[in-house]
């Protein structure tokens, strides 16, 4: 590291939020967009030039992107530990150790 130079800052809960937010604002925005011109090409070439399939392909998109969105905040990677007494820390509270486990599926 350099002089003068400090460590990087550990990512704090907040900014993690706020990544998984821009990513799923990011990706909605795609799917819609993507849905759209779908809609655009299969209301042209196929529907005589009505608005339904547009309407469709939009909502597709934004369902897709709010799955997408739930799926990504649900955390699917979260591992699953024990939590195991490891006596007190330097204020007299309780501290533990978190042993994580195999988890079946």
Known sequence: MAPGASAPAA????DEVGQKIDRCFADSLLKVTGGVAIGI???VAFFK???WPIWF???????TGWSNCRHDFASPYVLHGKR?????????????????EQHKQ
């Open 84 to 100: 195991v007494p490891a006596g007190q820390d330097s204020q007299g509270k309780p501290a533990y150790n978190i042993i994580t």
């Open 41 to 43: 090409v299969a209301s």
């Open 57 to 63: 392909g939009s909502g597709v998109g934004l369902g």
């Open 11 to 14: 990512s704090r809960s907040e």
């Open 49 to 51: 030039s009505r608005s």
